[in-house]
């Protein structure tokens, strides 16, 4: 039986329309820029993030060092504490050391002015030799001078109302009786005592005028 044209043409739109259908389709679950499958658990790098994320704990971080800054980095509170480093046990006793040294020595006094040569039989003449018998130098000699000359003034009766007597001045002036009987009226006999005294106790005359200087008193 002969086909109509009327009838090819109605076969003809068929074709073409399951022809446009079925295209459709295939891109519907088909990616045509990769040529491969469409993944239906494929995730946007752009998704919301999780309550779990926003919610999570900051970390902590310890650092060593001199540091005082308190900052943060992608949502993470990091706080630094600083360090404080001890030196060495050896190096620390060192320093201790050196500390209590420096403490318990006194300050430089300024020098004695240099004493001339004394008058012939003075009190200072009597000083002079006796300074000279217990192997000091000039500048001992010069110390003392300057010591006594504030205190006393060279004066063996020199009496102050505290109750210190005599060229060195001897509190009470009683003590130098260990040096003679005399000890009131003989400038000798006070001068050997105030020396005496002055070994004793500071170990030169130098030693005494440094502390005269540094407290007003020795």
């Not at 519907?28 to 919610?55: K, Q, R």
């Not at 003075?122 to 002079?128: G, P």
């Not at 060279?154 to 009470?172: E, K």
């Not at 002036?173 to 106790?201: C, E, F, H, V």
């Amino acid at each position: 039986m002969a086909v109509r044209p009327f009838a090819r043409g109605r076969l003809f739109l068929g074709v073409f329309a399951f022809a446009a259908t079925s295209a459709m389709v295939m891109c519907s679950v088909v990616d045509p820029s990769a040529g491969a499958l469409a993944n239906p658990f494929h995730s946007s790098p752009y998704a919301p993030v999780s309550e779990d994320v926003l919610t999570s704990v900051a970390q902590e971080l310890d650092a060593t060092g001199d540091y005082e800054n308190n900052f943060t980095r992608e949502g993470y509170a990091v706080e630094v504490t600083p360090k404080v480093v001890e030196p060495p046990v050896e190096e620390k006793k060192e320093a201790d050391t050196d500390k209590a040294t420096a403490a318990k020595t006194p300050a430089k006094s300024p020098a004695a002015p240099n004493a001339g040569p004394p008058n012939p039989g003075s009190a200072q003449a009597i000083a002079f030799d006796l300074v000279a018998a217990r192997g000091w130098d000039q500048s001992q000699y010069s110390c003392l001078v300057a010591l006594w000359n504030k205190e006393s003034g060279w004066r063996y009766n020199a009496a102050n109302p505290s109750g210190a007597y005599g060229i060195p001045q001897a509190l009470p002036g009683r003590k130098m009786a260990s040096a003679g009987a005399d000890w009131q009226t003989n400038p000798a006999t006070q001068i050997t005592w105030g020396l005496g005294y002055i070994t004793g106790r500071y170990g030169s005359p130098c030693g005494a005028w440094a502390k005269s200087q540094s407290s007003g008193w020795y």
